[in-house]
């Protein structure tokens, strides 16, 4: 059988043995069955992965699939090319600094939903390889990916992806991610590597099965401090900002080098982890039938023994090789002697986590239904300000699923406790339902989460960075319930979810330098859709619309009321071979008080007398693909189109936050080609 067309995600209603090692419905690698699933998912479906057949149609069938750690569902390589934001490594609903690299905050609301043990940096987050993201393929051939990205001022980006199964029960998956931005304005530039090595590996008789990842991450930031006087771009030289004083760094970038990779004043964050996860399972195996001359087994668990182990080393470091007092004192109010050389903070930590967990499958033909209960211990070491400290947690946590066989109803609690150490007394509990009525009425899910959780570790003066009040007023637990809801209909292509969060003690920066800790309670009530309207043969309008609103002005945190994405595009099959997308997309939020940003802890800082007030960001793309070969041009920044003076130009600057502003017209180019041997 070979197979025409892919997917992005498997029929999430297929059938699923619950088997190591083959996608659902099978438990053993085999090709899925051909025809129509009544109940399919056809959202996602994506038939241009027709480019990767090269081979006989008489030859056994391609599959390339994937899952994440401990996942149940299982996917196919998304090869769409209508949305170039699926591949940019900052999604649309953030704003950086004005670079990408830059720190990074989401438009829409998203607190820390984990509890336990957390150091407290996570302005780069969304640039970082991570456990939880690592795909664990099975393929039937071996398959290689390769990217480059070029973007004005010398912006470029690689990334190579390759994965083989070397055997029909071990896979190598080998993931690369480099990209370097000097910026537009001075003392900007930014640099990311990202490397993961990864492998799935179970046994013949499907009773064994060992994951395990090395990951490393290095993220290079230089940081301006914003600009000088803002009122200078209305009357620029050249229409070049990088002539403009910055209020950080001013002598330590003074040119814009794309092959610079080095940060003198800024921040560099390293980590390394190395992830080891492996089960055995006891169970029965049964002989089923597949035609009347070919047979095959299928395992089916009844109790599963889990041993996870990782180890993961960070490093967070904000340097200036060139130091200002002046301008310390000035912009930030932080004071430096004069003549100082070199401003320096780095902590270093070193987690140690082991979790043993035992599994129970009361169905014997359903592995989607299972029981946990498992044990942790993790040890944390930290080295700041000449300093050594270790800490220790004792976890017990526990968890229920039942995706019923009839792929109608998906029941899921889970409960995490920390008994005994630092972060004794953190809890989490979650409880979600989700119901499948029909493909025409489409699915509906309801959650409700409880997270109360420690201080991080910065807040409780485990740090040489400059956070003036370390511990006090910061000691109670941060709790949050966000009660979720979300309705899909995939024919109707729409979308709707709802969340509602409640925040008691919530913790934010009030000032460079200084957190507190709000002692009333935050409610915020967020609503999206999503729906994609088709007007003829070729033309498709696809909105995404965020709405967003906290309970009144006292609370310390501030959002836009709308987060917006619209594309109207012209898509479809030419010439049997070209897939083309073109349009214009447009991202709007509304005017709202957006954060301050202290660079020295890379944090973000609550304040509420500046309004960012922006026009529209509107950019023109042309994307399309023709065998494995495809290519992502795009316009952007299309709206700082203006006048100044008497002279029109793209000059018309958007705002990021005060003092910092974001790139004028910016020209992408992206190619990605696929080989499969």
Not at 227 to 240: E, H, R
Not at 597 to 614: C, D, E, K, M, R
Not at 632 to 650: C, Q, S
Request: one cysteine or more; proline letters at 4%; a positive charge.
């Amino acid at each position: 059988m070979a197979i025409e067309c892919a997917h992005a995600q498997f029929n999430p209603n297929t059938p699923n043995t619950g088997g190591v090692g083959g996608p659902p419905g099978t438990s053993n690698g085999s090709p899925l069955p051909s025809g129509n699933n009544p109940n399919a998912n056809t959202a996602n479906t994506d038939s241009s992965l027709t480019h990767l057949m090269h081979r006989n149609p008489s030859e056994d069938s391609i599959s390339i699939y994937y899952r994440y750690l401990n996942g149940i569902n299982y996917y196919y390589i998304d090869s769409s090319i209508n949305d170039y934001n699926k591949r940019y490594v900052v999604p649309y609903e953030y704003n950086t600094l004005g670079n990408m690299g830059d720190a990074a905050q989401s438009l829409v609301f998203k607190p820390i939903v984990t509890t336990g043990f957390d150091i407290g940096f996570h302005a780069f987050d969304i640039y970082l390889y991570t456990v939880e993201g690592t795909k664990f393929f099975k393929t039937s051939r071996p398959f290689v990916e390769l990217a480059y990205i070029l973007a004005n001022k010398g912006e470029q980006t690689v990334q190579a992806l390759y994965t083989q199964n070397y055997r029909s029960n071990f896979n190598l998956t080998f993931d690369f991610r480099f990209f370097n931005s000097p910026g537009y304005f001075r003392n900007q530039n930014s640099s990311n590597s990202n490397l993961r090595l990864s492998s799935n590996y179970f046994t013949k008789n499907k009773r064994y099965n060992l994951d395990w990842a090395i990951i490393s991450n290095v993220h290079k930031a230089s940081e301006n401090g914003g600009l000088v006087a803002p009122n200078q771009l209305d009357s620029l030289a050249f229409g070049d900002p990088f002539q403009l004083n910055v209020r950080l760094g001013n002598i330590s970038n003074p040119n814009r080098n794309p092959f610079n990779t080095s940060v003198l004043t800024g921040n560099i964050y390293k980590d390394f982890t190395l992830f080891i996860n492996q089960h055995y399972d006891i169970g029965t195996t049964a002989i089923l039938d597949q035609n009347d001359t070919v047979n095959f087994a299928v395992f089916y668990p009844k109790v599963r023994f889990e041993l996870s182990n990782r180890i993961t080393t960070r490093s967070y470091n904000f340097i200036d090789n060139n130091p200002d007092s002046a301008s310390y004192q000035q912009y930030f109010g932080y004071t430096i002697f004069s003549g100082t050389s070199l401003v320096s903070y780095l902590d270093k930590w070193q987690e140690y986590y082991n979790q043993f967990s035992f599994y129970g499958f009361p169905q014997r033909k359903n592995g989607n239904q299972f029981f946990r209960v498992d044990v942790a211990m993790q040890n944390m070491k930290a080295e700041y300000l000449n300093q050594k400290n270790k800490f220790y947690n004792l976890i017990v946590g526990g968890e229920y699923r039942n995706k019923t066989k009839n792929k109608k109803w998906d029941i899921l609690a889970q409960g995490q406790v920390n008994l005994l150490g630092y972060n004794s007394g953190n809890y989490s509990a979650k409880l979600s339902f989700e119901r499948f009525f029909s493909r025409k009425a489409g699915q509906l899910s309801l959650s409700v989460l409880n997270i109360s959780r420690s201080p991080s570790m910065i807040y409780g003066g485990y740090t040489s960075f400059p956070l003036d009040n370390q511990v006090s007023g910061i000691s109670k637990n941060e709790n949050t319930i966000l009660l979720g809801t979300t309705y899909n209909i995939q024919p109707l292509r729409l979308k709707i979810q709802g969340e509602y969060y409640i925040l008691n003690n919530y913790i934010y920066f009030k000032d460079f330098f200084n957190a507190s800790q709000y002692s009333g309670v935050v409610q915020l009530w967020h609503a999206y859709a999503e729906k994609q309207f088709h007007f003829a043969k070729y033309l498709n309008l696809y909105l995404e619309l965020h709405v967003q609103q906290t309970n009144g002005n006292n609370a310390p945190v501030r959002v836009p009321f709308v987060v917006s994405r619209t594309r109207f595009a012209f898509e479809g099959l030419f010439l049997k071979r070209l897939s083309l997308a073109t349009g214009i997309e447009a991202r709007y939020f509304t005017p709202y008080q957006a954060n301050n940003y202290s660079p020295y802890l890379a944090q973000y800082v609550f304040q509420n007398s500046y309004t960012v007030n922006n026009r529209p960001d509107v950019n023109y793309y042309i994307n399309f693909r023709i065998r494995s070969f495809t290519a992502f041009i795009r316009l952007e920044n299309l709206n700082t189109f203006g006048k100044k003076g008497n002279t029109y130009g793209f000059g018309s600057f958007n705002q990021s936050l005060q003092y910092y502003y974001t790139n004028t017209l910016w020209f992408r180019f992206a190619i990605y080609w696929d080989f499969l041997n």
